[in-house]
Nanobody, 119 residues
Framework: QVQLVESGGGLVQAGGSLRLSCAASGSISSINDMGWYRQAPGKQREQVAL???????NYADSVKGRFTISRDAAKNTVYLQMNSLKPEDTAVYYC?????????????WGQGTQVTVSS
């Protein structure tokens, strides 16, 4: 089992910045990829950014050049630095950890943190 605790959400004006953090605990050694998803009201959850154990990253087109995902293995924490925020970035942001089991992978989710960008 993996537990994820997110922090860092809040209210910010358009053009501002926020940094989200997600601390993992439990079966840390089983974690492979980690990432961030978001879900806006009335919309489906979408991938924002992903980082592998090896440090490779992948971003949604809508956030490329503005968001940066990083990972601190020593702290078992993944970060999402969000710059040049836009009102359309308003959503609940969820942390994801993909853990490797013996025969399958398991997705673990955080509780979500609200990000609100005012115009």
């Amino acid at each position: 089992q993996v537990q994820l605790v997110e922090s860092g959400g809040g209210l910010v004006q358009a053009g501002g910045s926020l940094r989200l953090s997600c601390a993992a605990s439990g079966s840390i050694s089983s974690i492979n990829d980690m990432g961030w998803y978001r879900q806006a009201p009335g919309k489906q959850r979408e991938q924002v950014a992903l980082i592998t154990n090896g440090g490779s990253t992948n971003y949604a087109d809508s956030v490329k050049g503005r968001f940066t995902i990083s990972r601190d293995a020593a702290k078992n924490t993944v970060y999402l630095q969000m710059n040049s925020l836009k009102p359309e970035d308003t959503a609940v942001y969820y942390c994801l950890a993909v853990a490797m089991g013996l025969y399958a992978t398991y997705d673990y989710w955080g509780q979500g943190t609200q990000v609100t960008v005012s115009s």
